[in-house]
């Protein structure tokens, strides 16, 4: 069964470095999402991404924040300079699109440690 | 405002008992429901979803929920628990429309005794 791969599973950086966060998404879908879980709280959106622009983002992803799709098989997370409240599990999703409606496949997620 | 809530933070059921885990929504428009199971180590996995017509609607594993609009709820059921089945349940809400958000519930930790 296609799945959404993220990676790395864990990683470890210093206030202020630049973060990438990659995704595979299932083959044939057309809607990227970014979704991020700090410890104790809701899931929350980040991002949506189509036909390689932005479809809806959330007030949590401010400038600091950006996503890439670099190749057909690749959507990325860029964090610019991290904070420690950027710490959380980070989602990556995908979707077929509108005739199978808004369901969206999550992967298993990247934990992100800022120190 | 948006929200799920999803009142009950940690359940413990006997295995073999029946389960059923709460989620009240507040959404503007029509909403499209959905469960998600998260095990350890493993991504978010779709049990089951709600866009319209028949109120109950079955999924994976044996789970089945049922939508409510007059009491904006969306709980999952299963008639008799396994072992297997501990893991962290979301429930979510979103429009039926790709792209958008889904808004989720702060999740149920299940756990089963044996």
């Known amino acids: 069964e296609p799945e959404v791969t993220q990676t790395p599973s864990h990683q470890v950086t210093q206030m202020g470095q630049e973060v990438i966060l990659r995704c595979v998404p299932i083959s044939n879908h057309l809607y990227f999402y970014w979704y991020r879980q700090i410890l104790g709280q809701k899931v929350e959106f980040l991002v949506s991404?189509?036909?390689?622009?932005?479809?809806?983002k959330s007030e949590i992803f401010d400038d600091q924040f950006s996503v890439e799709r670099p190749d057909g098989s690749n959507f990325t997370l860029k964090i610019r300079s991290t904070k420690l409240e950027d710490s959380a599990m980070y989602f990556c999703?995908?979707?077929?699109?509108?005739?199978?409606?808004?369901?969206?496949?999550f992967g298993a997620g990247t934990r992100l440690s800022v120190l | 405002a948006q929200s799920v809530t999803q009142p009950d933070i940690h359940i413990t059921v006997s295995e073999g008992a029946s389960l059923e885990l709460r989620c009240n929504y507040s959404y503007g428009a029509t909403p499209y429901l959905f469960w998600y199971v998260q095990s350890p180590g493993q991504g978010l996995q779709l049990l089951l979803k709600?866009?319209?017509?028949?109120?109950l609607v079955q999924g994976i594993k044996g789970f089945e929920a049922e939508f409510k609009r007059s009491q904006s709820s969306f709980n999952l059921r299963k008639p008799s628990v396994h072992w297997s089945d501990a893991a962290e349940y979301f429930c979510a809400v979103g429009a039926n429309q790709a792209g958008t958000a889904l808004i989720f519930g702060k999740g149920t930790t299940l756990s089963v005794s044996s």
């Open positions: 991404f189509y036909n390689n622009e932005i479809s809806e």
């Open positions: 709600y866009f319209s017509g028949d109120t």
């Open positions: 999703a995908s979707g077929r699109g509108n005739l199978a409606k808004n369901i969206q496949y």
